[in-house]
């Protein structure tokens, strides 16, 4: 069973980078599956940020691809995300995920971010 | 990029009532479309992939069915613990883009 927790700070100020982290049990992330980010802005909808395959491939939602960056580490079984350049619309719950193919199966409860001076 | 549309937004449902939630892509996406529960306070929960596979766990009275552009979600007979907010989301294999529908709330009559 694969489990993940998102981590990293609750609140970040308009024009830094919010950095989280995702870390996985269960399984390891060098065996497989892809990992991604979604996010939901408080009373909203679902939004993709992006996908890091464990080839390293990374797919970013094209209206957040200039601010985006995911990595992976597999030593400590965990991948990142870094967004740069906030504001208060990106205020969200941060959620990390997995899933084998075209879905995901797998989420973390969810991390709120609020940007705010 | 493909825009993901459902309706209806909500719909108000009393328990034992059929609900069927549509999700229209804006260009054909075969099967590569997934269905969501969400609850408050909660991440979303897989109930059906590729459209009409039931995922493991997923009691039997969710069903999914669609291809190309048009989707519905079905709850044959809805259940007190049904009432929540359910999201379509496609997988484009080229660009690899993956977009939610703007959601569906279910709620009691």
């Known amino acids: 069973q694969v489990q993940l927790q998102e981590s990293g700070p609750g609140l970040v100020k308009p024009s830094e980078t919010l950095s989280l982290t995702c870390a996985v049990s269960g399984y390891s992330i060098s065996s497989g599956y892809y990992w991604g980010w979604i996010r939901q802005p408080p009373g909203k909808g679902l939004e993709w940020i992006g996908s890091?395959?464990?080839?390293?491939?990374?797919y970013y939602n094209p209206s957040l691809k200039s601010r985006v960056t995911i990595s992976v580490d597999t030593s400590k079984n965990q991948f990142s995300l870094k967004l740069s350049s906030v504001t208060a619309a990106d205020t969200a719950v941060y959620y990390c995920?997995?899933?084998?193919?075209?879905?995901?199966?797998?989420w973390g409860q969810g991390t709120l971010v609020t940007v705010s001076s | 990029d493909i825009q993901m549309t459902q309706s209806p937004s909500s719909v108000s449902a009393s328990v034992g009532d059929r609900v069927t939630i549509t999700c229209r892509a804006s260009q054909g996406i075969s099967s590569w479309l997934a269905w969501y529960q969400q609850k408050p306070g909660k991440a979303p929960k897989l109930l059906i992939y590729?459209?009409?596979s039931l995922q493991s766990g997923v009691p039997s009275r969710f069903s999914g069915s669609g291809s190309g552009t048009d989707f519905t979600l079905t709850i044959s007979s809805l259940q007190p613990e049904d009432f929540a907010t359910y999201y379509c989301q496609q997988a484009n294999s080229f660009p690899r883009v993956f977009t939610f529908g703007p959601g569906t709330k279910v709620d009691i009559k």
């Open positions: 590729a459209a009409s």
């Open positions: 890091i395959y464990h080839s390293g491939s990374t």
């Open positions: 995920a997995s899933g084998g193919g075209e879905d995901f199966d797998y």
